[in-house]
C-alpha cells in the first residue's frame, strides 16, 4: 500500500481526537428542516419597469460626465446595475418589438410634422426612410411606415428636383407652336416608335446626381428648381427609337469641346447607322451649336437622314432620353459606390448601365410623346 505524504504520529491522533470531544455540533435554525434546505422555495424575480427616452440620457450623462463606473451609478441613483449597463450600451431610444397593429400618426402629430416639413427647405430634402432619425422626439418615435402614410394622408410626394429653366414669352409661343404642329402629324403614340431620340449627359461621381424632394400636391416643383451647374466627368452620348437602342459613346476630354467639325466626324457616323438599320423615318436632336450648324446640316442631308424640327431651347421635358438618363444615374448608384468609383470604373459602370436599360422601359418613353406634347398646350 502507498504511503500517505503526510505520516501520522501518535501526537497528532491525540490531538484530533481531543478537538472532536470538544466541538459541538451545528444547531440548524427554529423551523428549518433538511427538506426546506434541500428544495428551497423560488423567489420571484423583481420586475424592472423600461425605462424612458430621458432616464437613458440622464445615465448616458452621469456615465460622461461624471466617470461614475456602472456600479457607482447604480449606487447612488434608483436604476439597477442591468439597467444601467443598458443604458450606456444602448440606444437612447428604448427598442423594444411591439406586437399588433403598428402605430399611426393622428391630427394632431400630423399637423406636427407638416409644420417641421415646411420649417426649413433642408428638412424637404431628406429622404421619408430617414425623417425619423431628424424629426423632433415627440415624432421620432413613429416607423417609416407611419411617417410615409401620414405624408401621403396630407397630399405630399417625392419628386425630383428640377432645373431651373427661364423661358421667355416667346419660347413659349415657340413650344406651343411646335407641340400644335406635332400632334396634328404624330397624334398616336404609335407614331413615334419610328423616331430617333438622342442626347448627351454628364457621367460624374457626385453623388448627387439628381435630387428628390417632398412637395404638396397644390406646389409648383418650378418654384423648387434647381441651378445647373457644370460637373467634372465625362460627356456620354446615347440615342434610342422606340424600344431600339443604339450604341452609347464617351466624349474623350482631350477632344475638347462639340464643335460642329468634331460632331461630323465622330458622333454623325453612328447615327446614320443606326438611323438605317433601324429603318427610321425620321431623328430629333436639340438645337446647339454643333446640330445647327450648316455643315452637319448638309451631312444629315447627303445620308438621307431627315431630322425632327426641334422647339427653341429649354425644353429637355420634350426630349424622352432625359428620362433614360435618370434610370441610368439611379442604376449606377443603385449597383456602385460611385463616390469610391475611379474614372476607368466609372466608365464602366455607365457602360454597364447603358446595356441594362430595358426595352420595354424605352418603348414606354416612346408611346409617352403624346402626352408629354400635350401638357405643354
Known amino acids: 500500500m502507498r504511503k500517505s505524504q503526510f505520516p501520522t504520529t501518535n501526537a497528532t491522533i491525540t490531538f484530533v481526537a481531543s478537538m472532536a470531544d470538544t466541538i459541538q455540533p451545528i444547531q440548524p435554525p427554529r423551523g428549518l428542516t433538511i427538506s426546506s434546505l434541500l428544495n428551497p422555495p423560488l423567489t420571484p424575480k423583481k420586475h424592472h419597469s423600461e425605462l424612458t427616452r430621458e432616464q437613458y440620457i440622464e445615465i448616458q450623462a452621469l456615465q460622461k460626465y461624471t466617470h461614475w463606473t ?12 442591468r439597467q444601467v449597463q443598458q443604458a450606456c450600451t444602448g440606444p437612447v431610444t428604448p427598442q423594444k418589438k411591439k406586437c399588433g397593429r403598428r402605430k399611426l400618426l393622428a391630427t394632431p402629430q400630423k399637423e406636427k410634422l407638416q409644420l417641421w416639413i415646411l420649417q426649413d427647405g433642408v428638412h424637404r ?4 426612410s430617414d425623417l425619423r432619425y431628424f424629426l423632433p422626439p415627440e415624432l421620432s418615435c413613429y416607423g417609416e411606415v407611419a411617417l410615409t402614410t401620414a405624408l401621403r394622408s396630407l397630399g405630399y410626394r417625392r419628386a425630383i428636383q ?3 429653366i427661364k423661358r421667355t414669352e416667346a419660347n413659349k409661343r415657340s413650344r406651343v407652336a411646335f407641340v400644335q404642329a406635332q400632334l396634328r402629324l ?11 431620340f438622342s442626347d448627351e449627359t454628364w457621367a460624374t461621381t ?47 476630354k482631350e477632344w475638347g469641346g462639340i464643335s460642329a467639325h468634331k460632331y461630323t466626324f465622330l458622333v454623325v457616323p453612328l447615327i446614320a447607322r443606326f438611323y438605317r438599320d433601324s429603318g427610321l423615318r425620321i431623328y430629333q436632336q436639340d438645337n446647339a451649336p454643333s446640330h445647327a450648324a450648316k455643315i452637319t446640316r448638309e451631312t444629315f442631308r447627303t445620308l438621307g437622314i431627315k431630322t425632327l424640327q426641334w422647339p427653341p431651347p429649354n425644353s429637355p ?11 441610368l444615374k439611379d442604376w449606377v448608384e443603385r449597383n456602385y459606390n460611385i463616390q469610391g468609383l475611379k474614372p476607368p470604373e466609372l466608365r464602366l459602370a455607365v457602360e454597364a ?4 436599360v430595358p426595352e420595354e422601359f424605352l418603348l414606354l418613353l416612346a408611346h409617352s410623346m403624346v402626352g408629354r406634347l400635350q401638357t405643354v398646350i
Open 125 to 128: 430634402q431628406i429622404p421619408w
Open 206 to 252: 457626385d453623388p448627387l446626381w439628381k435630387r428628390r424632394i417632398t412637395i404638396h400636391d397644390t406646389e409648383d416643383p418650378e418654384s423648387f428648381a434647381l441651378l445647373r451647374r457644370k460637373p467634372h466627368g465625362w460627356m456620354f452620348w446615347g440615342q434610342f427609337a422606340g424600344r431600339q437602342k443604339g450604341v452609347g459613346f464617351f466624349w474623350e
Open 317 to 327: 421635358d420634350l426630349n424622352p432620353i432625359e428620362n433614360v438618363w435618370f434610370w
Open 186 to 196: 404624330r397624334p398616336r403614340s404609335e407614331d413615334w416608335e419610328d423616331v430617333g
Open 353 to 356: 448601365a447603358w446595356e441594362a
Open 162 to 164: 428640377p432645373r431651373r
Open 70 to 81: 456602472y456600479t457607482e451609478i447604480a449606487s447612488k441613483t434608483p436604476y439597477t446595475y
